[in-house]
């Protein structure tokens, strides 16, 4: 047990357990309408939470560096910010609760599906010491945390509108749902542009330009102006319900392959990472 | 004119606009790039497609961001851009600061008027207008500003990039220790806004010493030039410069590359005494059990040179000052020669002896001239700042008006109306008079 790759591993699956317990339960109340339970679930979440947060933090100690590296700790560190991205925004936006029983699964997909790949450290290279860096990870972890939300949000319309599912009555009404997930992309786009920003300033202080059109950064842009694409079509051209809720699952699905594919597929100055 | 207007800010021509520069974006992630691509793939790319290669070059679509046309055509949407942000400051200075009051009166509630103005301040909401028998109240009133900030930002990202384009100077740099990089002598690459002039060194460059830091996995923790800058008068001052830490000497900024090597001094004697002193420049192996790769084509030896060497001969450290260079002399597919050879020592490479005379570390420095890049960060974080306003504080308006004998409310919201109803519920019902009244 003195593996600290084995103490990051176990604590990982501690976290895991906690998120699938909080997982079942949020489901069995927000299906059957247990207010208690659906409470309950957010306890046992927010405790995952701080186990997970504890096992980045542990992470983070033993590789010297932040969890941006491989594919193991950028996945649990994309699923801890998410979920937190989630927690905090329904503090202040409660409507969006129910799409709850969208992330809880989504973040313990998202970290188990980390704990199937090598946990092995790799050290950082010179290019990526900077706190430029740990920003640019930062905004884009949170920029996917709101776009899984206006995911959730978007899915939720579709299935309101297209089925009669008992159980989607907990949710707001439809016209809600698709302003909700109008604004989670508009939060989404802030937050992806802050990621660019913070980028180009730190590749500006490596090679002394702010933009190298590598594969990852014009995947990058494309979902950027997907999205503010999206959010044009939805304010000037009367593009709202279904028709947005579909086009943002294709912006959503252009945005996982920029930020999981392209660096797998390309040569890039980003390869360095989710190799 | 008002026609040309018009055009410039029609939804269609900007969502146009955005589609043809995202469009090239696509077509320059397609076709191999020159200054991204090295060139036998670019070769390559037009060998495979000979139909699409003459179509390229004529185009400029192998350098899309340096041509013409896409500097034409971020220089149309800067000005749509610069139209629309126009009309959109007046349009934000009129809702701040307008005194008009809506239309209509049957979405007009009758309200107590002590409890409406506390539930109002309670909410955050600023009187921003009014009249003798009305006033105008306003939640985030800078809300209204942030699509002009949204849209300056964008113009000024997109002029300094331009800017950027169009005046950039960069030069690269493959140079070994105690080798001089004169102001005339040839880049390795380089690269020239459209409308710059030829980038040349107003000094020349000595490399001193290439410092590496490996980590105990072999990889790199850190590389270090140090130079000498020698100027016309022969005057030589010495400076550092590393990954991540960028120096500027005489208005010039530069920046360490992460690409580095050694550089093997070869002396190939042919068996009519004819030597030629070669320098193979290869980089650096991944680990101290991999090995770094080049091939080359030498003056005077018909074949091509592959080479390889290991950072230990022993392959004990990814740090050493013992490489083993491996050279093989290859006649087509078929290998005719191999030598392996330390430091100081000789060999037969098939019909050629081969010398080893020195071995010193190479690394990359990149020199840069750019105006505006001030300009993209400012740009940049304009846009951040309106693109925040917009979702994160979008103003929404009381109106009060005293009629009848009695005050009124009305809410409004231009964005997310739905969002706010609840807000709008909390204010209207702790604003309700007694039920006597």
Known sequence: MNNPLIIDTAI?????????????????????????????????????????????????????????????????????????????????????????????????????????????????PPSLQSIWLV????????????????????????????????????????????????????????????????????????????????????WSLITWVLFGIYLHLRRFFGWKEEKSAYFFVLCFIVSIISLFFIPLVESSIHAEYFR | MHRLKRLFLSRKTVLIL??????????????????????????KWQQSNPSLAPFVIRFGLDHVYTTPWFAALLFIFLITLSISAFQQIKVSFKKTFSGVMPSGGNEFKKVDEVKVSTAIKEEGYLRMAGGP?????????????????????????????????????RGLIYIYEREVHMPADKWTAKE?????????????????????????????????????????????????????QV????????????????????????????????????????????????????????????AKYFADAEKRSIDSNNPLLTLRLADKEKIIGEVSLKKGESGKLGPYTVRLADVLKWSGIIFADTTGMPGIFIGFFIIIIGSSI????????????????????????????????????????????????
């Open chain 1, 12 to 124: 990982h699956w501690l976290a895991v357990i906690f998120y699938v317990i909080a997982s079942v339960i949020n489901i069995y109340g927000l299906i059957f309408r247990r207010e208690k339970a659906e409470a309950a679930s957010y306890y046992i979440v927010f405790a995952g939470l701080i186990v997970h947060g504890i096992a980045l933090v542990y992470r983070w100690t033993i590789a010297g560096h932040g969890p941006y590296m491989v594919r193991y700790e950028v996945l649990s560190s994309n699923a801890w910010i998410a979920l937190a991205t989630f927690l905090a925004f329904s503090r202040f936006f409660p409507k969006i609760r129910p799409a709850s029983i969208f992330m809880f699964p989504a973040v313990f997909l998202l970290i188990a599906l980390g704990l199937f790949f090598n946990p092995e450290v790799k050290k950082l």
């Open chain 2, 133 to 169: 028998d009305w006033q105008k109240f306003v939640k985030y009133p800078w809300g209204y500003w942030g699509n002009v900030f949204l849209h300056l930002g964008i113009i000024i990202t997109i002029a300094s990039s331009l800017l950027i384009v169009l005046t950039e100077k």
């Open chain 2, 390 to 437: 917009i979702y994160f504080m979008p103003p929404r308006e009381i109106y009060l008006r005293r009629s009848d004998g009695g005050l009124f409310l009305l809410f409004r919201a231009g964005r997310f109306e739905d969002l706010h109803k609840e807000e709008f519920e909390r204010i209207s019902k702790g604003s309700e008079g007694r039920r006597s009244e």
């Open chain 2, 247 to 306: 120096m500027n000497y005489r208005g010039l900024n530069i920046y360490q590359q992460n690409r580095f090597g050694s550089a093997f001094f070869v002396e190939i004697a042919d068996d009519k005494g004819f030597v030629n002193n070669s320098i193979l420049q290869i980089e650096s192996p991944q680990q101290r059990d991999k090995a770094g790769y080049g091939n080359f084509m030498i003056e005077g030896v018909p074949n091509l040179l592959k």
């Open chain 1, 135 to 218: 920003l640019h990870v930062t905004f884009y972890k949170i920029a996917l945390g709101t776009i899984l939300i206006a995911l959730a949000l978007s899915v939720f319309y579709i299935l309101k509108n297209r089925t009669k599912i008992k159980w989607l009555e907990r949710f707001p009404d439809k016209e809600t749902l698709d302003i909700y997930a109008y604004r989670f992309v508009g939060f989404g786009f802030t937050f992806w542009a802050i990621g660019m920003l913070a980028g180009s300033i730190w590749a500006y202080q490596s090679w002394g330009r702010f933009w190298g059109w590598d594969p990852v950064e014009t």
């Open chain 2, 18 to 43: 955005i589609l043809l520069i995202l469009f090239s974006v696509l077509l320059a992630y397609i076709i191999p790039q020159r200054f991204y691509s090295i060139p036998e793939n670019i070769e």
């Open chain 2, 192 to 244: 020239n806004g459209m409308l710059s002039e030829n980038f040349v060194l107003p000094y020349a460059v000595r490399l001193e010493i290439v410092k590496t830091e490996f980590w105990d996995t072999d990889e790199l923790k850190q590389l270090t030039s140090v130079l000498s800058f020698i100027s016309e008068q022969g005057r030589s001052e010495q400076r550092t410069v590393a990954i991540n």
